[in-house]
């Protein structure tokens, strides 16, 4: 079977600006071959399997040199893999995509290009500067900022770059931009002529820098400002006045941790990322099979007929109790004459999924609310089955049970301390790296301190946010003060909450 490789423009680094093609092509791709403009979270869409290539480049750092990766793709393709070749950007704009296509027709191996959105373009759009403007700029040129100043001749026609173009944006210029100020006044360029450096952009680390030709690199060096980033100039850059919009986001610059399992994480940490957040995933608890390998599951799933109500407390009880199910050959037909309590919106809504419209829905975990809201269905002889996690509190089955009624309580799962190295985690909050961390139940903040070695005072400058006032009062036996602590007791209610936050 014949390889292919894709060069596929992988984008600037925000992991929503890859195409829709390129994506494909990743998920297909036996082998990725990636280097570090590239964004890791890319990597995510890439089979199980594949096998995972850094050739990273930096200035003065290559991992590997270009023949070398020309060779790889070459290789790989003829050993009939499909190969998915991520590069930052655009792969034909300095991207030396032309130099591994060329050696990929060379060695006669397939291969398809697929164009990317360049850093040219979009880390200026993310800095809320459009390189044309019908009043401003009718014209853009993207130029290399990497050219030896000691070559005698230069490639690049400076008087007509100077001039003749109104929007002029540098790539790999940072450490030459003495050279490239000096050209362009030189040229004829005013000196006044406003400029930008957007380091990072489109991500959120991405740092602005606004100057001038003259003053830019003066302001670069003072700034400490370091590579990547590209250099904007022309009368476009003063639209940033009116039109950022990225890099003033609510949470813009802030390090969020995200406590959640990871199979879990993803909701928050898309919703703290859309108002610019930087989230950091590190989970501090995992769901696990029960102790017993579900056998008090499978006995009261044999005996469903005999209940009454079945009460689930959480999403995880109710995945966990339909998987079971569905593994004893039956399917939710078997509960139709059973009547369903979902404490929470989001629990009601994990049934749905399943058929399921609870009957009644308590919005808080509170034993007193869930009761008054059974109660009037309460008769003699009432039968209730809850499947829910090991540690869950016990104060609702004991109440039901003060009422009358006959309470099964059956484990579908156990949370347990993740199995996730928090030594970076640890070191990012020694160093005051991060802004806040999110708790989404007690587990996470039990296991977050056991994962910490129990120095809770790593959180003393950290906003804590909590979902809910149980969360909040597990914080507080365990000697944090919880900041934030979310209304209504959703993924959506501490989102709101955190955004509501002022410090
Ligand atoms: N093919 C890439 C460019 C590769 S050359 C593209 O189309 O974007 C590498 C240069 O691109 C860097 O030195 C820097 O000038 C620029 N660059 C790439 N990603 C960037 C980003 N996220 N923010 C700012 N500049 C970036």
């Known amino acids: 079977m014949a390889g292919i490789v894709y060069l596929i423009g992988a984008g600037p680094g925000d992991p929503g600006l890859l195409t829709l093609k390129g994506c494909k092509c990743i998920k297909k791709a036996d082998v990725i071959v990636y280097d570090y403009l590239a964004d890791k979270k890319l990597l995510a869409y890439a089979k199980k399997n594949a096998e995972l290539i850094y050739v990273g480049k930096k200035a003065n750092n290559h991992t590997m040199k270009q023949e070398d990766i020309n060779q790889v793709l070459v290789n790989k393709a003829k050993m009939g893999k499909i190969v998915a070749r991520l590069k930052g950007g655009d792969p034909f704009v300095f991207g030396r995509g032309g130099e591994e296509a060329l050696a990929l027709k060379k060695a006669g191996q397939i291969f398809e290009v697929i164009p990317g959105v360049t850093s040219a373009i979009s880390a200026a759009a993310y800095a809320g500067i459009p390189v044309t403007h019908r009043k401003v700029a009718a014209s853009f040129a993207v130029i290399t900022g990497h050219e030896d100043p000691s070559r005698k001749e230069s490639g690049l ?237 016990e104060i609702l089955p004991e109440e039901l049970r003060k009422a009358g009624v006959v309470v099964d309580v059956v484990q579908c799962y156990k949370t347990v301390t993740a199995d996730f190295d928090y030594s970076g985690i640890v070191e990012k909050l020694q160093n005051h790296e991060i802004n806040m961390i999110t708790f989404t139940s007690s587990s996470t903040v039990t296991n977050f301190i056991k994962l910490i070695n129990n120095k809770v005072s790593l959180l003393d400058n950290v906003i804590k946010a909590c979902i809910g006032p149980i969360t909040a009062e597990t914080c507080k036996a365990n000697r944090i003060k919880p900041d934030i602590i979310a209304q209504t007791y959703t993924i959506d209610g501490l989102v709101k909450a955190i955004e509501e936050f002022t410090d």
Not at 220 to 238: E, H
Not at 243 to 271: M, P, Y
Not at 305 to 320: K, Q
Request: hydrophobic share 45%.
């Open 157 to 393: 026609n400076w008087k007509n770059l100077a001039v003749g173009i109104d929007t002029l944006v540098f790539l790999m210029g940072v450490g030459n931009l003495p050279h490239i100020t000096k050209q362009l006044i030189a040229n004829g360029r005013a000196a006044d002529t406003p400029a930008a450096l957007v380091r990072w952009g489109t991500k959120q680390q991405q740092e602005v820098l606004v100057t001038t030709v003259a003053n830019a690199a003066e302001d670069v060096y003072k700034y400490g400002l370091k590579p990547p980033a590209v250099f904007i100039v022309g009368d476009v850059v003063k639209l940033r006045n009116d039109l950022r919009w990225f890099d003033n986001k609510r949470l813009f610059g802030r390090k969020i941790i995200v406590t959640r399992a990871r199979q879990q994480a993803s909701k928050l940490t898309a919703k703290l990322t859309e108002l610019g957040a930087e989230c950091i995933e590190a989970p501090s608890i995992q769901i696990q099979d029960p102790d017993d390998s579900f056998a008090s599951m499978d006995k009261a799933i044999s005996n469903i007929s005999t209940y009454n109500w079945l009460v689930f407390t959480s999403t995880n009880g109710v995945d966990r109790f339909f998987a079971r199910l569905y593994s004893k050959d039956m399917d939710v037909r078997k509960l139709s004459d059973i009547k369903v309590a979902a404490i929470g919106s989001s629990t009601a809504k994990s049934l749905l999924k399943y058929g399921i419209k609870a009957d009644i829905v308590p919005q808080e975990f509170r034993a007193e609310a869930i009761i008054e809201k059974i109660m009037p269905y309460i008769a003699k002889n009432i039968k209730i089955l809850i499947p829910r996690a090991k540690q869950a509190r």
